[in-house]
């Protein structure tokens, strides 16, 4: 085998590699992508749980004297 041949060999292993490597990069940017999106979805449903309660605590009712004062 030729150097040159050797060259374009070892070129298509590293090209073939990186292919892999970039393949899963892929996947894993797609999983935690998704991890994300739950988290940033269970952050807004808590901040709308937060909202709610605060809003209900807010319209309590005024303390008031006793009747018996």
Do not use: C
Request: glycine residues 2%; negative net charge.
């Amino acid at each position: 085998m030729s150097e040159e041949e050797n060259r374009i060999m070892r070129l298509e292993e590293m090209l073939a590699h990186q292919g892999r490597v970039i393949e899963e990069l892929s996947e894993q940017l797609a999983s935690q992508w998704k991890v994300v999106e739950q988290t940033r979805a269970k952050l807004d449903r808590l901040t709308e749980r937060f909202l709610a309660l605060e809003e209900q605590s807010l319209d309590a009712p005024a303390i008031t004297r006793p009747p018996h004062y």
